[in-house]
């Protein structure tokens, strides 16, 4: 299979080191300081970002126990962003192992998933909460650009031209992108069942055309992390416990 390094996933760079990551960024943090209230959680809380060789907040590869593994993959909702390493979904399983990044689309999982089966690793069990079905990816020769709709304006000019034609034309007809993620994802589910491994899915936002609803839904956030923009941010510690219990309700 391609591969863009020698490390057992897909290489990721956290250029703003253990204390911040993506959204939530010290500029954002600087800018709540001055508007949220004096109760606001995260006035005096810090936050920890641990992350392994490879850019996984997870343990090192070798350090695992694989076989007693229970794997998480996603995007930002699995890494858990803005919270602290302690309020993780993966924090309190046993042998939790957290395979989310920011910004990723169900296509990083699949590349993901490959590696881990093609290193012959099985874990006790996978579980994925979906990303935005229209998220993609552009494979080039020597790296990779995640795509999401949410920031293209902003961004967009960044993409050179192929590049930002590509998911301009992947998003401009219903439903070519949540069509071709929902059969990846169902094609992931089936690659881990295949060889022996619990596969579970759940969704943190319903797919555009109900037609590719494909799992539970998680319930609604109750508390917000610290990226908190316009009073909504990424699902905060009690929030995270919730959706732990329905993940991992049998362990």
């Known amino acids: 299979m391609y591969a863009y390094s020698s490390d057992l996933l897909l290489p990721y760079k956290h250029p703003l080191g253990n204390s911040w ?31 392994n060789s490879n850019g996984y907040r997870a343990p090192e590869w070798s350090d695992i126990d694989w076989e007693s593994a229970n794997v998480l993959m996603g ?27 920011c910004g990723i689309s169900v296509y990083n999982i699949q590349y993901n998933t490959l590696r881990l089966i093609d290193a012959g690793i099985r874990p006790r069990s996978v579980k994925i909460i979906i990303p935005d ?20 304006d902003l ?23 949540e069509l071709g993620a929902y059969m ?7 690659l881990w069942r295949s060889v022996g491994v619990d596969c579970d899915l759940y969704h943190h936002w319903l797919p555009k055309n109900p037609r590719f609803v494909m799992a539970p839904c998680l319930p609604e956030p109750v508390d917000f992390a610290r990226d908190l923009i316009n009073n909504f941010g990424h699902p905060g510690p009690q929030t995270l416990a919730n959706w732990r219990s329905v993940i991992w309700d049998q362990i």
């Open 21 to 51: 990551e993506n959204l939530d960024n010290p500029e954002l943090y600087e800018h709540n300081l001055k508007i949220q209230p004096l109760e606001w959680p995260w006035r005096n809380k810090s936050v920890n970002y641990s992350w």
């Open 184 to 190: 990846t994802v169902r094609s992931v589910e089936a």
């Open 133 to 152: 079905l229209v998220r993609s990816v552009y494979w080039g020769d020597i790296d990779w650009r995640d795509l999401t709709p949410h920031d293209f």
């Open 75 to 101: 995007c930002s909702y699995a890494l858990g962003l803005g919270v602290d390493d302690s309020e993780t979904i993966t924090a309190k399983i046993p042998n939790g192992v957290n395979l989310g990044q």
């Open 155 to 177: 961004r967009g000019h960044e993409l050179v031209p192929v590049v930002r034609d590509y998911y301009r034309s992947l998003l401009a007809i219903e439903p070519m992108a």
